[in-house]
């Protein structure tokens, strides 16, 4: 399995990697290194084997060449380690072939799609063979999935792929939250993220903050890794911070939101919703899949309309109440045991195909 350690693949993968009953998992890691807390994050995987390739991440890559040489690298080490199955977490590796044994391809998000949501046109020329790997990976993976069916409509659609990639909800262990003596309420709101990337909507998020008469804090990266930075006026701005701390944010259950214009899943999401965060969401399918009837939704471009949802909530607290509630009940479907299950399945289903020709 393939992975990288800058955003949400890194947990989805120790999540999937622990939760596969009797599976030998060797986890190939592109980009960046992982950190201390990150590498003792695995080494509390059993049975779990880190590799650390030093190949790059597709996004942050220069050109096609380095991604179709990484992809390489890693069918030689998958050969190398006799796996029966190949899971890429980053389609476009599959894109130059070589793979002697049955590749899944899980889409988390890619810069084709991210780029529609973004409206910013056609992709930038200087760009347009990421979208364009992208696409032939998935094509010529033997199965590809998706963690929701509102993403795998946006990558069917965006890669005119022949068949629609399957879905399989992510499943998150809850964060293990301090003792309720121990956290104090906060009447007030919290989003967390990358508060960089544009798609999450932090410009809209911060004019929230100015028309709400409560804190709103936002935890996560304001820079990005490729140096994309983005500033805010009226946000508490924590910077990343450790799970622990995250839990002890959570635990305080204020009103989580998010106001994302694109977002294939929404992991933080989900971990709100399992500390028992009311939860106020963009109106976007894949919060609708999700949440719907379990959260609050508003149009990503009208801050008046996450305030006043944010505001009701501070001002009732019955409500506040119920609908951490409805959040908390929802979240339990999104189990690692759950998706693993599913992933079991078409990794049985792969490798029922028969090995492919390298």
Known sequence: MTSDAVGGVWQYALELAG?????????????????????????????????????????????PGPVLDAGRAVAR????????????????????????TPVVAMNHGCLGTWWDAAGKGPVDPALGWLPELVGRGL?????????????????????????????????RTPLPLPQPRDAVPLAGALTAGRLWDEVK?????????????????AIGATRAP????????????????????????????????????????GLAVLEAAQAGCPLVLSDIATFRELWDGA?????????DAFAAAITGLLADSAAREARGQAARARAARYTPAAMAAAMTAIYADARAAGTRAA
Do not use: C, K, M
């Open 139 to 171: 094509r010529v993976a033997d199965r590809v999935v998706a963690p929701t069916r509102a993403y795998a409509d946006e990558i069917a659609r965006r890669y005119a792929l022949p068949v629609r990639p399957v879905a399989v909800h992510n499943g």
């Open 201 to 217: 909507n932090t410009s809209v998020l911060d004019q929230v903050a100015a028309r709400i008469d409560a804190p709103f804090v």
């Open 77 to 100: 080490l998958a050969a190398d380690i006799g796996a029966e199955v190949v899971h890429l977490n980053t389609p476009a590796l599959a894109a130059g072939g070589g793979f002697a």
């Open 19 to 63: 939760a596969l009953d009797g599976v030998q998992v060797t986890l190939a890691l592109l980009g960046p290194s992982p950190d201390a807390d990150q590498r003792a994050a695995a080494a509390r995987v059993p049975g779990l084997r880190l590799v650390e390739t030093g190949l790059p991440l597709d996004w942050l890559a220069e050109g």
């Open 295 to 303: 959260a609050l939704f508003g149009n990503p471009d009208d801050p």
């Open 226 to 265: 490729h140096g994309a930075v983005v500033r805010a006026e009226h946000l508490r701005l924590t910077g990343p911070l450790p799970a622990a701390d995250l839990a002890g944010w959570l635990a305080r259950r204020p009103v989580f939101v998010s106001a994302a214009r694109f977002e294939p899943f």
